[in-house]
């Protein structure tokens, strides 16, 4: 696969505890330099998403989650139109379903998501979340090697 | 048998709202009330903490309007450092803000428009659930969905490029800014590849108000006629009477157009606005102190905004005002499906506005920062996009923030957004035995109408945006509709 094709989005609030886990995955890719990919974070994915993930063919969101598996789940997701009654956010299913009908895209998309515990005004994960969060770092960099063959 | 009816957003940490409507044996509407729950622990959060910590730790509020608390917090913490309120920047470091701002402003109203509006105009309040949002829109309108897209995208980049980064951005600080524009960026921003470029962004924001005006045109009962009733308007304004959605003087009018509150300065705000406290909302309740607890509340966003104000000083936007003002013969407009229409007469006027700063060769200039005599308390009022934004803070000679009070936006919208649920409700439930969709969907067309915000801070996986319960009055679960 050529460079820059896998597009890894992080996103949440790196003020509210464990709700950063997601940028804080995208902080320490870049930190370690991983090469070909694209790094994207955000507080929550939003419809500009939809064009900035349609030049990639695989991306992966990375999100806490205050009720997955732990440490962490890795699941493929497919295009949905379900869409929230507010601005404030989409799902990542929502955002490749835009993708798709905009710019006939489809893009293979993993949702990671991090089981966090505490969601307080801190920039301090949780020492559980900690310990997740570097699980999920290690099989993230796997991942992408693997993509990347 | 009596029925009740809850609409209700679920978020997972602090806050969440819900719309319940109590029906009788007959299913007439006896009460509504929408329910706002908002973290207030934010205020207690900032003591303690150094000064000029605040106009980066409030982003952790929100996450979909962070540069207004941002810049809320950095205009209160101007005073504080003693360079003055608006206009006592240097300026460099008040037009870097208004690019920040109105980039904002843009993003914000035209995600509001083709995220939330323009399923319910391109389906009808009645239209399939499943094609009536955005993705629907893509599917039938590519062109305008791909216009949202790319809006929202050109909003962002300035936000990026003004605030330093999308997420916890730095750019505002007390006395200033951290950063200037660079030629590079300034021309990228004018006159980038297309569309992204400031022409094509008017030309796409005149095109959002012409397609409002073509449905308005062939819908004009149903929009004038959504949720219509009476209100006093607040904003700020310029000194002039001008919008300004960066920096002004308070203003508000009554329902018949009278001003109620007469240009005050920012500073002076808590002579003029009181807030009740009430024992089963951790909301607070503003008001307007000459008018009352009962009587003084007023409505705040794009609507209050074109009440308020005088004229809006660009041209484009201004021709549109003439003629939004002339629907109600220039008294105040309480149709709450016009705010749709004020909305993008301020998302043309922002973009006129984000053309004209960019044309500025301040913006490149290297005098970011001003500072004076030090003062212990300082107030900052910004429009946000959704409404009047107050952050107040008072600070000691460690330079420690010892007081915080904010006002946000959603709390001075409660009862209007109340009074808009029940005039829907009562005209959508009444006499019907059965909720439809369609009945559940025009109350959240009210409600989205002002956007609120939910306590939104936080979006980590596995919540659940919107319940629809019906129950009756025995509390037995008749139906639930989840988004």
């Given at each position: 696969m050529k460079d820059n094709r896998i597009y890894i989005y992080g996103f949440g609030n790196p003020g509210r505890q464990d709700d950063g886990l997601g940028p804080a995955i995208i902080d320490r890719l870049e930190q370690d330099n991983i090469a070909g990919i694209i790094t994207d974070s955000n507080y929550q994915l939003n419809i500009e998403d939809a064009h900035n993930i349609s030049q990639s063919d695989v991306v992966i969101f990375v999100d806490a989650s205050i009720d997955a598996e732990e440490p962490f789940t890795f699941k493929r997701i497919e295009p949905s139109n379900e869409i929230t009654f507010t601005t404030h956010s989409m799902a990542p299913e929502s955002v490749i379903a835009l993708s798709k009908e905009i710019y006939d895209k489809d893009i293979e998309a993993y949702v990671m998501a991090i089981r966090g515990y505490e969601w307080e005004f801190n920039e301090k994960f949780s020492q559980k979340a900690a310990h997740n969060f570097n699980e999920a770092y290690i099989f993230l960099t796997g991942k992408i090697k693997e993509l990347l063959v | 048998m009596g029925r009740k009816i809850t609409i209700e957003p679920v978020t997972r940490i602090e806050g969440h709202g819900k719309v319940t409507i109590q029906l009788d044996d007959s299913n007439n509407v006896t009460q509504s009330r929408l329910h706002v729950v908002e973290f207030r622990g934010f205020e207690k959060f900032v003591?303690?903490?150094?000064?000029?910590e605040v106009p980066a730790l409030?982003?952790?509020?929100?996450g979909i309007c962070p540069v207004s608390h941002h810049l809320a917090a950095a205009k209160a913490l101007d005073v504080i450092v003693g360079a003055?309120?608006?206009?006592?920047?240097?300026p460099t470091g008040e037009k870097m803000r208004r690019l920040m701002h109105y980039g904002q402003f843009f993003q914000s109203h035209a995600l509001h428009f083709f995220h939330l509006a323009s399923p319910d105009l391109l389906?009808?309040?009645?239209?399939d659930p499943a094609i009536r949002n955005v993705i629907g829109v893509a599917l039938e309108h590519k062109d305008l969905a791909v216009q949202g897209v790319m809006m929202r995208k050109y909003g962002q980049e300035i936000i990026q490029a003004t605030?330093?980064?999308?997420?916890?951005?730095?750019?505002?600080?007390?006395?200033?800014?951290n950063k200037n524009l660079s030629a590079a960026e300034r021309d990228t921003f004018l006159k980038g590849a297309d569309p992204l470029n400031i022409d094509k962004m008017i030309a796409w924001s005149q095109g959002a108000l012409e397609f409002f005006k073509g449905y308005y045109a062939k819908n004009k009962d149903f929009i004038d006629n959504f949720a219509v009733f009476p209100s006093s308007h607040l904003s700020l304004v310029r000194k002039d009477g001008a919008l300004d959605l960066y920096h002004g003087v308070l203003r508000a009018v009554d329902?018949?157009?009278?001003?109620?509150?007469?240009?005050?300065?920012?500073?002076?705000?808590a002579k003029v606005i009181a807030e009740e406290v009430k024992s089963w909302s951790y909301m607070k309740f503003p008001y307007l102190r000459s008018i009352?607890?009962?009587?003084g509340w007023y409505t705040v966003g794009p609507l209050a905004r074109l009440n308020v104000?005088?004229?809006?000083?660009t041209p484009l936007a201004q021709k549109e005002f003439e003629a939004y003002k002339a629907l109600t013969n220039g008294k105040p407009n309480?149709?709450?499906?016009h705010m749709h229409y004020a909305r993008l007469i301020e998302l043309l006027h922002s973009a006129e506005v984000i053309k004209d700063l960019l044309k500025?060769?301040?913006?490149?200039?290297?005098?970011l920062v001003k500072k004076g005599k030090k003062q212990k308390e300082g107030v900052g009022i910004v429009e946000a996009p959704r409404g009047t934004l107050f952050h107040h803070y008072r600070v000691n000679a460690d330079d420690q923030v010892t007081m915080g009070n904010l006002i946000v936006s959603t709390t001075s919208n409660n009862e209007p957004m109340n009074r808009a649920v029940n005039f829907v409700a009562k005209s959508a439930?009444?006499?019907?035995k059965e909720v439809t969709e369609g009945m559940m969907n025009r109350v959240e067309m009210a409600i989205r109408a002002y956007?609120?915000?939910?306590?939104?801070a936080t979006h980590a996986l596995?919540?659940?945006p919107l319940e629809v319960t019906l129950v009756d009055s025995k509390g037995a679960v008749i139906d639930t509709r989840r988004k």
């Open positions: - | 003591q303690g903490r150094p000064y000029w409030v982003q952790r509020l929100c003055g309120t608006g206009h006592g920047l240097t389906f009808g309040a009645d239209g605030a330093g980064k999308k997420v916890h951005g730095t750019g505002a600080i007390p006395g200033g800014i329902s018949e157009g009278k001003k109620i509150l007469n240009d005050v300065d920012c500073q002076d705000y009352g607890k009962e009587k104000c005088d004229f809006i000083p309480h149709m709450s499906m500025d060769s301040d913006l490149q200039k290297k005098d439930f009444n006499g019907k956007d609120p915000c939910l306590s939104c596995g919540q659940m």
